[in-house]
């Protein structure tokens, strides 16, 4: 560790109070139970990452469709992802929920192995990075799995003891980890120049979304950073006392910046959230 830091741009970033007084634990006397934990955070937030960039994807396009189309925008639309039986993933969007059931308006399907976040980050003329992309607009009733997703939307934001750390309208995603209906509601920001560090919330629901079970903020304080500087650190570190090592937001944080994490957290341990040969992964430091 004395070797690495000296050479990072490190921007700190306390997210909490100070970790516990427990840090002389060395890496090997973490138990079964944090490691699991660790894994299990590491797989949702590569998850939550995923589905966020599918979701930004299949809006743009959505969106660009209805204006090709000349069709005004609605006032509110929901979505869902489903992951479809070929291993590919479909997005669509709800309207009218509140009106007979409501309906599901545009489908934008996603192929087994696309990358939505490589198609985001894309050139212009680089088409290749969304190939296997497609949207198809045609009404048809919303699934009960759609429906649910629209029903959890509404039951996170109404919670009247959630915390947003800005104005815009907040993301939101569900998954199914582990036998349960996991959601998250995910602060936003409109301003390109700006970069959401902190504010995000994890839900347990029931499974058709309409009652939380309940509710872990995954931050202390808000941090909204200046893009420009944030970006041109090599390495971004926080510390929680929410979870023993790191939880999914900063694996979330890592993915979207593309630049490791170090996390101290509530058992002391220093730890860096990486990806390795293309795979997030995460690692205790000495």
Sequence with gaps: MRSILPLLLTLMLIACATPSARQDLAPKDL??????????????????????????VASDIYQGELERAQVPPPQSVD??????????HLVSFLLDLEDAGG??????RFAPGVDPDACIRAADDDRA???????ARGVRPPTEHERSWAVARRT?????QLRLCTEAPPNFTVIED???????????????????????????LSADGSEILER????????????????????????SNSSDLFNESHVFLMLDQRQPVFVIGRLGHKVLIETDEGRPSWKTLE
Excluded at 129 to 135: F, L, Q, S, W
Excluded at 156 to 160: C, E, S, V
């Design 129 to 135: 990075a969304c190939e296997g992309i497609t949207i």
């Design 103 to 108: 309906f599901v308006d545009g489908e934008v």
């Design 156 to 160: 996170m934001l109404r919670d009247p």
């Design 216 to 239: 872990q903020p995954l931050f202390e304080t808000c941090m909204v950073a200046d893009r420009e500087k944030s970006t041109a650190a090599v390495a971004l570190m926080l510390s």
């Design 31 to 56: 138990d079964s139970s944090a490691r699991a934990a660790a894994d299990a955070a590491l797989n949702r937030g590569t998850t939550l990452f995923f589905y966020d960039r599918l979701a930004w």
């Design 79 to 88: 979505w869902a992802i489903t992951r479809l039986p070929d291993g590919g």
């Design 178 to 204: 582990q036998g349960e209906t996991v959601g998250y509601v995910l602060s936003a920001t409109l301003e390109r120049s700006k970069l959401v560090m902190s504010g995000h919330t994890r839900y347990r």
